[in-house]
Nanobody
């Protein structure tokens, strides 16, 4: 069965960095786009970043553009999110999600599997 397992979350200081990973199994990872989304306390789910199945194209929410970098290693079936210059408003539960096609979109209806999330807290 499809499994997505996030890791790498934790506590970081403002201006610091964290690298999230999402280990995928149970499907042909290299054939599907992937995305990261997050949910802050008391707020709705926010799409953060997406990457095409072959890694050729990446997209970012304006709130993270220039600070976060999404990447994938199809040989290792793993998705990454490098987060730099972290801000307190980046505090959230971060999820990785598998798309239904090779193209990443910002529409959550296009994603059919989600991980359990990893907590990121940015605080001094």
């Amino acid at each position: 069965q499809v499994q997505l397992v996030e890791s790498g979350g934790g506590l970081a200081q403002p201006g610091g960095s964290l690298r999230l990973s999402c280990a995928a199994s149970g499907f042909a990872f290299s054939r599907y786009a992937m995305s990261w989304a997050r949910q802050a306390p008391g707020k709705g789910l926010e799409w953060v970043s997406g990457i095409y199945s072959d890694g050729s194209h990446t997209t970012y929410a304006d709130s993270v553009k220039g600070r976060f970098t999404i990447s994938r290693d199809n040989a290792k079936n793993t998705l990454y999110l490098q987060m730099n210059s972290l801000k307190p408003e980046d505090t959230a539960l971060y999820y990785c999600a598998k798309a239904t096609t090779a193209i990443a979109t910002t529409d959550f209806i296009e994603y059919n599997y989600w991980g359990q999330g990893t907590q990121v807290t940015v605080s001094s």
